[in-house]
């Protein structure tokens, strides 16, 4: 197999100028229709609203897992327990903080598109610490409230480390953040909890993980055959064991964390030399597996909140690989459908903008920038990205389209390995997000037909009426986010959506059937992802 070479010298230079070239030529055009949202701010009587939707009380009894739909059956106490008295003004005072934070990071959106996908998580976080603030004034036993504070405290360590990768936040910004986590220290101590993570989260990456490396081993197999396959095999096969028992670490909530992250460095102590022998091989299909080892690779290290480490011979490896899929899309490409595409004359700009950005980035890794200066190159590479994708977005062939997509997600595995946030429309994100509530209002029809034939109410069509008409519009939204469209317009439609959601809640709250379970199950879904993707779309 032929190893991988690197380009010379004067390749760089051509490419470079070509870049330099197309950016006078085409740098205005391509900005103004690179497909960048212009962000759209919240005002605080809008996000106090999505705040008390997330934390709703129809839906807080059906998202705890300890907490059984008639709170009046759990054993509570007269008087609370010392540590419930302890606790208390402090979740109280963290909630309030937490909506501080919200209204702080709110402003930031204008200046810092990338922290978009934070602002959100903080909106779910502010719900998640007043529907807590509310079940610790209604009992007094703070055991009973053991897993959502758990909840609470890995979802703001895990908010608070993404947050701290952001350079460049306010200094009200990081006050709050400094405050929160105080509090979070405080509430810890008071209720005698160790600092927690998504541990549901990472199990589900393990397995991913598993399953890739199991998929690479397969690749091995067939692509390497002989002793020298057989050895990176058996390599290969301790390192997706390791991960395994990672997985099984994570489903143990009596582990402690000092020993999870010793396990994974064990596993990297593996994995990481095999790594880079196999990316030495010019092949499509160890290409294709390593890099989505990498991304989820990526998600754990961030996930068990360990520091920013940027491994340069990997960025190099994955920004070459980037060059690589921009040459394959081009070798897809006819000259008939270049020629068909709406934007044909802005191409050789947007072509010779991505290699050269490309290059940059490579050159600022083996020049050692420090990391805020990567972060600043990358973000080139995304501009570039985008520019590209509006201008090849709409060719007709499926090939062409397939390599484009691959072009997005090497580009994502690039912004795990380097533990920045996406600072673009994420689109794909959107799609599954309106994908994910289309088919929840599915299911709500389903159910809220059966309640409503079996217990008539005088909105019964009305509320039926409404649900399909929700439904009918995410599959509208669903289908246009796919094919492509300007983002005012899918702000219209979300908001238009959000809107149809409050009037169906509104009828899905009456119910006090058996069926009322199931709904809540459903709202407590479906709020939260209508909630991701009007900040998506309106941010």
Not at 120 to 126: D, H
Not at 152 to 159: G, N, V, Y
Not at 193 to 205: S, W
Not at 270 to 277: F, I, M, T, V
Request: aromatic share 8%.
């Amino acid at each position: 197999m032929r190893r991988r070479g690197t380009l010379s010298a004067n390749s760089r230079g051509m490419r470079l100028a070509a870049t330099a070239a197309a950016l006078v030529l085409s740098g205005a055009a391509a900005e103004a229709q690179s497909g960048r949202v212009t962000p759209i701010a919240y005002d605080r009587d809008q996000q106090r609203s999505i705040i008390n939707d997330l934390s709703d009380g129809f839906m807080e009894g059906f998202s705890s897992r300890r907490l059984p739909s008639n709170p009046s059956t759990i054993p509570n106490p007269q008087t609370p327990t010392a540590a419930m008295r302890a606790v208390r003004p402090l979740i109280r005072e963290f909630s309030d903080e937490m909506a501080q934070l919200g209204y702080l990071l709110n402003e930031e959106v204008r200046r810092q598109s990338s922290i978009r996908n934070l602002y959100t998580q903080a909106l779910n976080l502010s719900g998640v610490a007043v529907s807590l603030d509310k079940h610790a004034q209604r009992f007094n036993d703070h055991t009973l409230l053991q897993d959502e504070f758990q909840q609470l405290d890995a979802q703001w360590r895990e908010l608070a480390y993404r947050l701290g990768n952001v350079p460049g936040l306010r200094r009200e910004v990081l006050a709050s953040i400094s405050t929160l986590n105080d509090l979070s220290e405080q509430i810890r101590n008071a209720i005698g909890i160790r600092p927690q993570v998504n541990r549901r989260e990472l199990f589900q990456k393990a397995n991913d993980l598993a399953r890739d490396l199991g998929n690479l081993i397969e690749d091995v197999q067939v692509e390497l055959p002989g002793n020298e396959g057989r050895q990176f095999q058996v390599q290969l096969s301790r390192a997706r064991q390791q991960i395994l028992t990672l997985a099984s670490l994570f489903e143990d909530q009596s582990v402690d964390m000092d020993l999870i992250i010793n396990e994974y460095k064990q596993f990297q102590a593996l994995w990481y030399p095999q790594r880079a022998k196999l990316q030495q091989y010019d092949n499509r299909y160890f290409e294709r597996s390593l890099r989505r080892i990498t991304q989820t690779d990526g998600e754990i290290h961030q996930l068990l909140l360990l520091p920013t480490k940027v491994d340069n011979q990997q960025l190099i490896y994955l920004t070459s690989a980037l060059r690589k899929d921009i040459d394959e899309f081009f070798d897809r490409m006819s000259l008939r459908l270049m020629m068909n595409l709406r934007k044909a004359d802005m191409v050789p700009g947007v072509a010779s903008e991505f290699y050269g950005v490309c290059e940059h980035f490579i050159d600022s890794v083996q020049n050692n920038a420090k990391y805020s200066d990567l972060v600043e190159s990358f973000r080139y590479i995304e501009s570039a990205e985008r520019n590209f994708v509006d201008v090849f977005g709409d060719i007709q062939s499926r090939e062409a389209l397939a390599a484009l997509r691959q072009i997005s997600q090497t580009i994502a595995t690039l912004r795990s390995a380097m533990a920045v946030p996406d600072e673009g429309f994420n689109r794909q994100q959107a799609i599954d997000l309106a994908a994910q509530t289309e088919s929840l209002s599915e299911q709500l029809e389903w159910v809220a037909n059966r309640w409503l034939t079996r217990d008539r109410q005088p909105f019964a069509s009305n509320c039926l009426s409404a649900i399909r008409r929700m439904r009918d519009d995410l599959d509208r939204l669903h289908q246009e986010l796919v094919i492509g469209g300007p983002t005012s317009q899918f702000r219209r439609q979300i908001e238009s959506i959000y809107s149809t959601w409050r009037e169906v809640y509104g009828y899905l709250i009456k119910c006090q059937t058996e069926d009322r379970q199931h709904l809540g199950r459903l709202a407590s879904r479906i709020t939260p992802a209508l909630v991701e993707l009007r900040t998506t779309l309106t941010q």
